[in-house]
């Protein structure tokens, strides 16, 4: 069974930054796509970034510039840097795993971590 666990939110002020992490076990890391999704109350999960074996895909405009997707597959452990946060950034953060290519849309996706909470104020 694979297993996603999120670490590294918080609360942090506008104009801060925060870093993500998601350390993965149970499967062949680099043979899997992550992908960080975020889902504020009220709201649908969208997607933010995405990683795959070679490159990466920003999932929505307000990535850009901003936050940064990574991963170090010798820990088996996904990344976002997030800088310049913004109140509209607040949402539990997910990150996500599935076999095959990049993709930004959850339905593709059929591994989810519990999530982390960030709150910007």
């Known amino acids: 069974q694979v297993q996603l666990v999120e670490s590294g939110g918080g609360s942090v002020q506008a104009g801060g930054s925060l870093t993500l992490s998601c350390a993965a076990s149970?499967?062949?890391?680099?043979?899997?796509?992550m992908a960080w999704f975020r889902q504020a109350p009220g709201k649908e999960r969208e997607g933010v970034a995405t990683?795959?074996?070679?490159?990466?895909?920003t999932c929505a405009d307000f990535v850009k510039g901003r936050f940064t997707i990574s991963k170090d597959n010798a820990k088996n452990t996904l990344y976002l840097q997030m800088n310049s946060l913004k109140p509209e950034d607040s949402a539990m953060y997910y990150c996500a795993a599935r076999y095959g290519g990049r993709r930004c849309d959850k339905d593709d996706y059929n591994y989810w971590g519990q999530g982390t909470q960030v709150t910007v104020s």
């Open positions: 149970r499967f062949t890391y680099k043979d899997y796509s």
């Open positions: 990683i795959g074996r070679v490159g990466s895909t």
